[in-house]
T-cell receptor, first 110, second 110 residues
Framework: DGGITQSPKYLFRKEGQNVTLSCEQN?????MYWYRQDPGQGLRLIYY???????QKGDIAEGYSVSREKKESFPLTVTSAQKNPTAFYLC?????????FGSGTQLSVL | KNEVEQSPQNLTAQEGEFITINCSYS?????LHWLQQHPGGGIVSLFM???GKKKHGRLIATINIQEKHSSLHITASHPRDSAVYIC????????????FGKGTHLIIQP
């Protein structure tokens, strides 16, 4: 079945540590997105990519980095510069205005 | 930037009841999405509409472009409908142009 796979489901970060969240899709979609979800708030866009080797900052990109070396993969790195990383992170893709989401990664700080 | 307001924030109903969730936005849009987020966190796209009405099974979505308002209805509600329902609006054709509401937490009691 086609879809978006996010891993791990739960991730813990120590102070000063960078962590990487994985997002893989086999839908052959060009556009991919990373969103952050905090309790009681709407999803906020971190980064997006419309094509391989190209990506753009979203509304809250500070403290995060991404790469898009392959169409299928769009990993998100939460760097030590992100001072409040505890949140639920969702990866998504889009084709013809329809959205497809992964199951998410819950990141917590130790 | 578009403001997206959903109401109610929380809704508890009995099985079989007719459910309505509302979404209002502040500026003109090109499309509106209704999404469903299950307790595990994964999000599923229910509808994308730019005018009129769409129906899928027991779910009905309507939009009034002039009034900048959309509703999601659930007929013959069932406990498996318990989820967070999220409204998202698209302004223009830009890949990053989605603004999300905070969601409506729906609980259907047997």
């Amino acid at each position: 079945d086609g879809g978006i796979t996010q891993s791990p489901k739960y991730l813990f970060r120590k102070e000063g540590q960078n962590v990487t969240l994985s997002c893989e899709q086999n839908l052959n979609h060009d556009a991919m997105y990373w969103y952050r979800q905090d309790p009681g708030q709407g999803l906020r866009l971190i980064y997006y990519s419309q094509i391989v080797n190209d990506f753009q900052k979203g509304d809250i990109a500070e403290g995060y980095s991404v790469s898009r070396e392959k169409k299928e993969s769009f990993p998100l790195t939460v760097t030590s510069a992100q001072k409040n990383p505890t949140a639920f992170y969702l990866c998504a893709s889009r084709r013809n205005e329809k959205l497809f989401f992964g199951s998410g990664t819950q990141l917590s700080v130790l | 930037k578009n403001e997206v307001e959903q109401s109610p924030q929380n809704l508890t109903a009995q099985e079989g009841e007719f459910i309505t969730i509302n979404c209002s936005y502040s500026v003109g849009i090109s499309a509106l999405h209704w999404l469903q987020q299950h307790p595990g966190g994964g999000i599923v796209s229910l509808f994308m509409l730019s005018s009129g009405k769409k129906k899928h099974g027991r779910l009905i979505a309507t939009i009034n472009i002039q009034e900048k308002h959309s509703s999601l209805h659930i007929t013959a509600s069932h406990p498996r409908d318990s989820a967070v329902y999220i409204c998202a609006v698209q302004v223009g054709g830009g890949a990053d142009g989605l603004t999300f509401g905070k969601g409506t937490h729906l609980i259907i009691q047997p």
